[in-house]
């Protein structure tokens, strides 16, 4: 094949493939906004199941650790669940800043190569690891605004039921 062939050859592909890569680019938002309405999930059942908690507490004769500790417990799982959520958000900007600085070149035959060569998001998430995910997950944890969210709440919850006694 001649050189001019090869660059037609390349240019078709690019013409091709260039949909694709570009909605590929756009489903790292889409699972991010998906990530983001979960969290958004996970705070109003958070929010419902401490409220049920606290007046079922205001009904049965308990002590007062006997109403600390399932707010305790129900606070530390919902962290959890929401660093887990926090760390996969974590890890699609890493893989959307990626994949926009192949997009981002000037040079048309860098910007080309780049689409021939591009790894779709399902290859590209492939390569995460759990013990990655639970590493970042640990890291969420100690996140300020996170933390902030559950021990208020916490807080608030512990003094609607010191009122309630």
Known sequence: MSESEDAENLDKLVQHKLPLVQADYESYFEAWSRAQALINQLHTWQVTILVALLAFASKVETTTFEAILPVFFLNVAFAILEASRQARITVINRDALV??????????????????NWQFGNTVASR????????????????????????SLTLVVLFFAWLIR
């Open 99 to 116: 994949a926009e600085s192949k997009l981002q070149k000037t040079n048309l035959f860098e910007f080309c190569t780049n689409i021939v």
């Open 128 to 151: 995460h690891r759990f013990p990655e995910y639970l590493r970042m997950t640990f890291q969420e944890l100690l996140y300020p605004p996170l933390l902030l969210w559950h021990g």
